[in-house]
């Protein structure tokens, strides 16, 4: 099977990789670039665990090819935090207990993370359907709604330098 | 055992009841959190799984000569593979066919054969080249139609359990239970009002986000290793090495982070066969399911047929309850909960007469497994709709009529045992004391309530304490943290020395590191691992006073432990500054080795637990769709360690049974195959389906616990059903028996009584 | 001596008797005198059972004590989920 060569920014850095032509890019990210932040919950575009942002747009990685992402910008969960800082969002969700398992927080958060970039000051029924495309069934929503109203919040009042001294109280 | 020490009641607790960040929490925001897809091993392989396309079907002839030819293939696996080392009966036995078929695949999706490649693509082109020879039977997935005298046999040699005399020809009906006491025929003579329906609930699948996925290596001399997402590790330790003849020993399981379980998690499905793979293959191999795979292959939880008859007078008094409870489990016996069902249909009501028959029913579908507090959902479905129905007929508010019936204390139980102080009661009481229960509704809404009941256990679990030489404490535990328990075992090793939070974490050992511990279900791990880790903590103190005494030149007795420090115990027994944790565990090299407390018991006295909910929908009438508008549910957690996830229980259980009464079900088409086997078809809420979940967690300590903890995981899902189908009556006027009530039947429901003129049942 | 109480489907294995007198002194010798008195009951023993005791029900503890004047329930084995 002959491989295709990729070239991509993942989290800002520059990555190439070489995939076969049937993988996706959420089988790049996990199998061949070690980045597993990324669930597999489906395969179909259903739970959005496999949430990534492609050149800043919310995406299912499950649903794209790994040579489609040629000469785009990827974010991951992986990219989320800055050095010891959390992010607002990712420091939220723990506070507020807005996760159980676990599995589906990634791409709760990325979807999080891309619907207070495009509105800071959501509703709770925004964010119920800026969210509707990522399953949890731990928490019932309840507290992840809590969190991520919480979150934009603290973003809006621009204060999130403290996320840092919490990062590392709870490490 | 339970302690003697009976909750101080009036104890004040400085980190139980706190809401600490949980240990894990860090990883699990970052990505870094390692579930059970993401591990992967030096030269590792691709396993996958051919499966049945047929619900019923007797397996002639398999050949996997082309298969095992293609390049790249490096073991190729089927029933052959698999010896029976179980003795060919019993649930392993029943365990090992379903994880491989032998001489018939049982439901469409059963594992008939594997392989382990270099790649998943050859995996897959793989598992094309195996040809399966099958001679396709008739099927049947219908828990009613299964029970006929002329439907599809799945085994010619399943005779009724527990009828008398025993049946001279086989059925599809395994067992069947009876439970109850008094003469609920005389009960019924003194009835003014009897109501008697029947009900049908699908069946719903746990639908935990994370497949089954397994990562396998094993030599030839039967040395192996297997980092997997279960409850259980050690379950799947022991019932792995049993079905592939190995010592128990010789496997070391790892426990993954754990993506969800539900109950779903509770027994082995890819496991044994990425070992097996390993094994034919000397290569690490690493097994993950689809989707497709988790919805047609591992367990959801039983459909079922119900009737059930409730008699009362006048005054609202039960003089009699009766059910018929039909489960279909799957292809194996014992696998539906029936028992369960009948056990706790009735078990919220004083009653004098009371009879629960169950029926174990075997059909062409996947084997079922445990989904929270198993077996309950449905029976309680049936009933509290039959309560809520008697109490319109008797002109009685809802509530009214369960709280004069409720059981309490004393109350002799719808299956036998007395009941000792239980919390029904106050979640009644607290419910009818709810603002939500005096709000206002809207048009096209319905309030409806109902109360549940689940057992709860204890059962076998084992905990290591260790104290490195700075005073930090590591706990290591058994069971699976599947909903932040570690954070909760940290609590209460913290309270019980008397230190903070921080200096306490709590992981997750593997098989080999630590004993035996009992799978992650009943509700068990707060309840029987906490208290394993209070009695380690204890037993780590009496080692800490013994250092201190040998220090001090005392006798160990004369030295007590208070808030993080060891004491002289009184006035006689010397003049001793207090010694820290932290100075006692510096000078441990020096006065006798390492520290670490340990603790390994059965426990027992979990108690049983109750809660009511209440909910509010609102039907849209042109669509039928419901959407719930306002929900609350009340539950008694004895006392609840880290409330944040005592109400994530609350509001997680609450929400699965939202989705069952609503939405989710297995649909079978007239071939026995699944029809909607992804999460685009079986729909699970999201969260614009949603309101926020409101929760009232009522303390009333069990004695059964040092700090009066109570299991709470999984009464939660029990109420949802009914109180939803209450809901709906209350908007629309119908009673609908059937469950999930989605918007085609719904807006049926009320289109025929639009017709009817009336008030009907659906 | 005990008095234990079974599950109405276990009837045909104690000749019609939902209540049977069994001389033990906790709940494993409770269960191997089950047995061997009834040995009907030896299958659904094997496969599984919980015992009820004054309320508190047991999935193990066979050195769980019984007194002669405790309530028994012989249950079927409590799994979850
Ligand atoms: S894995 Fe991509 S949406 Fe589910
Ligand atoms: S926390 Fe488990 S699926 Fe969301």
Redesign the pocket.
């Known amino acids: 099977m002959s491989g295709i060569t990729v070239n991509t920014k993942i989290n800002g850095d520059p990555v190439e990789f070489i995939c076969e032509a049937d993988e996706t890019l959420l089988d790049v990210l996990r199998n061949r670039l070690g980045l597993t932040g990324a669930k597999e919950g489906c395969s179909t575009g259903d739970c959005g665990a496999c949430s990534v942002t492609v050149d800043g747009r919310l995406t299912c990685s499950c649903l794209v090819l790994g040579a489609e992402a040629e000469g785009h910008n990827i974010g991951t969960i992986e990219g989320m935090a800055h050095g010891e800082s959390l992010h607002p969002l990712q420091s939220k969700f723990l506070e507020h207990a807005a996760?159980?398992?676990?599995?589906?927080?990634p791409g709760i958060l990325v979807a999080a993370k891309s619907l207070l970039e495009k509105n800071p000051d959501p509703t709770e029924t925004e964010i119920r359907f800026g969210l509707a495309g990522n399953l949890?069934?731990?928490?019932g929503y309840d507290k992840i709604v809590r969190a991520v109203q919480d979150a934009a919040k603290e973003m809006r009042s621009g204060k999130s330098a403290k996320s840092k001294a919490t990062a590392k109280k709870r490490a | 055992m339970p302690l003697d020490n009976a909750p101080e009641s009036k104890r004040k607790f400085n980190v139980v009841g706190t809401r600490p960040l949980r240990p894990d929490g860090i990883d699990k925001v970052t990505g870094r959190a390692r579930f059970g897809a993401d591990a992967s091993a030096p030269g590792q392989l691709v396993g996958r799984i051919l499966r049945s396309p047929h619900a019923h079907a007797i397996i002639k002839k398999i050949d996997t000569s082309k298969a095992e030819k293609l390049a790249g293939v490096k073991a190729v696996i089927t029933r052959d593979d698999f010896p029976d080392h179980t003795g060919g009966s019993g649930g392993l036995y029943d365990t090992l066919c379903n994880v491989m078929a032998r001489e018939k695949a049982f439901y469409e999706g059963h594992a008939v054969a594997a392989v382990a490649a270099t790649s998943a693509s050859i995996a897959r082109a793989a598992l094309k080249l195996i040809k399966v020879d099958y001679e396709v039977l008739p099927h049947v997935t219908d828990v009613d139609e299964a029970m006929k005298p002329n439907a599809p046999l799945l085994h010619k040699d399943m005779f009724t359990d527990g009828v008398d005399p025993k049946p001279k020809k086989p059925s599809n009906v395994a067992r069947r239970f009876e439970f109850g006491h008094g003469d609920v025929e005389e009960g019924f003579k003194k009835a003014d009002i009897i109501v008697e329906r029947s009900f049908k609930t699908e069946a719903a699948h746990q639908g935990y986000?994370e497949p089954h996925a397994a990562l396998a290596s094993m030599g030839p001399d039967g040395s192996a290793e297997l980092w997997c997402c279960t409850q259980g590790h050690y379950m799947v330790r022991d019932v792995c090495s049993q079905l592939l003849g190995i010592d128990i020993a010789r496997l070391r399981v790892t426990q993954s982070e754990i993506?969800?379980g539900f109950g779903g998690k509770t027994t082995v499905f890819i496991e044994p066969v990425a070992l097996a793979l390993a094994r034919k293959a000397n290569r690490p191999v690493k097994v993950v399911m689809t989707r497709e795979e988790v919805f047609k292959a591992s367990g959801p939880t039983a459909s079922t047929s119900i009737d059930i008859k409730i008699g009362v007078t006048k005054d609202g008094m039960i003089t009699a309850a009766d059910g018929t409870f039909r489960y279909q489990g799957g292809p194996f016996q014992g696998c539906s909960p029936a028992e369960f069902g009948g056990m706790s249909a009735f078990a919220q009501f004083h009653l004098d007469n009371v009879r629960a028959v169950a029926y174990d029913v075997v059909a062409n579908r996947p084997k079922t497994i445990s989904y929270r507090a198993p077996g309950a959902p449905m029976a309680n479905f049936a009933v509290e709709s039959v309560i809520e129905e008697l109490a319109h007929k008797l002109g009685m508010a809802p509530i009214d009529f369960r709280i004069k019936n409720a059981a309490r204390e004393g109350t002799k139980s719808s299956y036998g045992p007395t009941y000792g102080p239980i919390g029904l009661g106050a979640t009644l009481e607290a419910a009818k004391n709810h603002p939500h229960f005096k709000a206002p509704l809207g048009p096209n809404q319905g309030r409806g309530m109902a109360a549940g009941f689940w057992f709860n256990f204890g059962g076998q679990s084992c905990v290591t304490l260790n104290i490195p030489i700075d005073g930090s404490i590591t706990v290591s535990v058994g069971s699976p943290d599947i909903g932040g328990s570690r954070a909760s075992m940290c609590m209460m090793v913290a309270e019980e020395l008397g230190i903070g939070y921080d200096q306490v974490r709590a992981i997750i050992a593997d098989t080999s590191s630590l004993g035996y511990n009992d799978v992650t279900d009943g509700s068990r791990t707060t309840f029987a691992t906490g208290m394993a880790c209070i009695l380690a903590a204890r037993d780590a103190m009496k080692k800490l006073c013994a250092r201190a005494a040998a220090t001090w030149g005392i006798p160990e007795d004369a030295v007590t432990w208070e808030k993080g420090y060891a004491k002289p115990a009184g006035a006689n027994a010397g003049n001793f500054a207090p010694l820290s944790l932290k100075e006692i565990a510096a000078a441990s090299p020096g006065t006798g080795g390492p520290i670490a407390g340990h603790h390994e018991y059965s426990a027992d006295g979990a108690g049983v637990s109750f809660a009511t909910h209440i909910c509010d929908v609102e039907i849209d009438p042109e669509t039928g769709r419901s959407q719930i508008v306002r929900y609350t549910v009340i539950q008694d957690a004895g006392k609840a360690v880290h409330p944040s996830y005592v109400e994530g229980q609350f509001q997680g259980g609450a929400v699965q049974g939202i989705g069952w009464a609503l939405n989710e079900e297995y649909i079978y088409g007239k071939d026995g195959r699944l029809q909607n086997a992804g999460f685009l078809d079986y729909r699970i809420p999201v969260c614009s389906d949603l309101p926020m979940i409101d929760t009232q967690i009522l303390e009333i300590p069990n004695p059964g616990h040092p700090y009066g903890v109570r299991g709470v995981g999984e009464t939660s899902i029990v109420p949802p059903l009914a109180a939803i189908a209450n809901a709906v009556a209350d908007a629309t006027g119908v009673r609908f028996t059937q469950i999930p009530l989605s918007p085609p039947r719904v807006l049926k429901g009320i289109e025929e009584a639009k017709k009817a003129g009336g008030k009907k049942a659906a | 001596m005990a008095r234990v109480v079974l599950w109405g489907s276990l009837k045909p294995h104690t000749g019609g008797k939902l209540e049977v007198d069994i001389e033990a002194r906790n709940v494993g010798e409770l269960l191997a005198r089950l047995g061997e008195t009834y040995p009907g009951l030896q299958n659904q023993i094997k496969r599984g059972v919980s015992v009820s005791i004054d309320g508190l029900i047991y999935r193990e503890g066979w050195l769980e004590p019984l007194r002669p004047d405790s309530e028994v329930f012989l249950l079927p084995r409590m799994t979850g989920g």
């Open positions: 996760l159980q398992c676990g599995i589906c927080t949890c069934r731990c928490t | 986000i993506g969800g």
